[in-house]
């Protein structure tokens, strides 16, 4: 489980693109490509302005009526399969 203590960066080689409707995570090391949702993309711009874990789940919360948990559980879920893919980076705070 990812603790939510930590800070996450996109990875050097992330690249956010396209327009707030259609949005790609480019992969440019291994020349891949990601769709985003709004949501995620949003998520995306956060890390990448450097956003803790905390401050991205407070502005995604005010967006939507699911419990908080729920929310924080999917945005770990989602900061995790990012840096599977090696497109985020985990630093402790």
Same mark, same amino acid.
């Given at each position: 489980m990812v603790h939510r203590e930590r800070m996450y960066r996109l990875s050097k080689t992330a690249r956010i693109a396209g327009?707030? /409707?259609?949005?790609?995570?480019?992969? &440019?090391k291994r020349g891949r490509f990601y769709s985003l949702s709004p949501t995620?993309?949003?998520?995306?711009?956060?890390?990448?302005?450097?956003?803790?874990f905390q401050v991205t789940l /407070?502005?995604?919360?005010?967006?939507? &009526?699911?419990?908080r948990e729920r929310i924080a559980s999917d945005l770990?879920?989602?900061?995790?399969?990012?840096t599977r893919l090696g497109l985020c980076h985990v630093n402790e705070i």
């Open positions: 327009s707030s /409707d259609s949005s790609v995570l480019l992969d &440019t995620a993309r949003q998520i995306c711009e956060r890390i990448a302005d450097g956003a803790s /407070d502005v995604i919360q005010k967006q939507y &009526t699911a419990p770990e879920e989602f900061l995790s399969v990012l």
